[in-house]
């Protein structure tokens, strides 16, 4: 159970957020009074609005809601191409525009992943990967309003993605207006399919404001196949289980 519970809150916490400090003593956070009440709104709007819609979109079939995800997944493969492109990893770059133009043209717009059968396998970057690699600090850590955390290097990456995301000009109307923001698809489908993961941790956790900085960083700075591999959160869990068994 703990280990189910450990590889969904981390694929979670990347969709919504993907720094090498782990330790909270060691982030900078100047502005935490105001970021703890930000997080307690948030917190909020999770409980009263995005729970809610997240367990009416969890009751779609299973197809359905697999093939929004892909679709989702999918709009971000320009993303990965462009900064693999800005970071000099020509051979992730190559991989990622493939999987684009495979599952866009014979994939149903990405709704089936082909690319994943044909051993074309997803890795995901983005512009705040590219900052650090081009040598920019982190900056202070933030929570923003329906957002959540973000580092001030991440929060100007997040403003670069966005623009690189197709699905943010294909769901517009005739008056350039957004019909609905990918950003809300994202995270209903990231709640919906963690229910159980995020309702245990804020139930669980002494602090849920600083359990979260710290996942948050953990995941930033972290390689996709550590965390698949599960080495960089066992302390934190450990740590957790230590608490709750002192008290």
Do not use: C
């Amino acid at each position: 159970m703990i280990k189910f519970f450990k590889i969904n809150l981390i694929f979670f916490l990347i969709v919504i957020a993907s720094p090498a400090s782990f330790s909270n003593s060691d982030i900078s956070d100047p502005y935490e009074k105001s970021n703890r009440s930000i997080h307690e709104f948030n917190d909020k709007v999770d409980v009263y609005l995005l729970r809610p819609v997240s367990v009416g979109y969890s009751l779609l079939p299973n197809p359905i809601e697999d093939g929004i995800s892909n679709i989702l997944q999918n709009s971000g493969e320009p993303i990965n191409f462009t900064n693999y492109i800005l970071q000099g990893e020509i051979k992730n770059a190559l991989s990622s525009l493939m999987r684009f133009i495979i599952n866009s043209s014979f994939g149903l717009l990405g709704a089936i992943d082909l690319a994943d059968k044909l051993n074309l396998k997803k890795n995901d970057t983005d512009f705040d990967k590219t900052l650090e690699k081009w040598g920019a600090s982190e900056g202070n850590y933030l929570v923003l309003p329906f957002i959540g955390p973000r580092s001030s290097r991440h929060l100007a990456g997040s403003i670069i993605d966005i623009a690189l995301n197709p699905l943010n000009y294909f769901l517009r109307d005739e008056d350039n207006t957004i019909k609905i923001s990918p950003t809300i698809l994202y995270a209903v489908s990231a709640r919906s399919g963690n229910m159980e993961t995020i309702d245990n941790l804020r139930e669980t956790s002494i602090d849920y404001y600083s359990s979260l900085k710290s996942i948050y960083y953990q995941s930033r700075s972290s390689d996709i196949d550590e965390i698949l591999d599960e080495k960089i959160f066992d302390d934190f869990f450990e740590s957790i289980e230590e608490e709750n068994n002192n008290d």
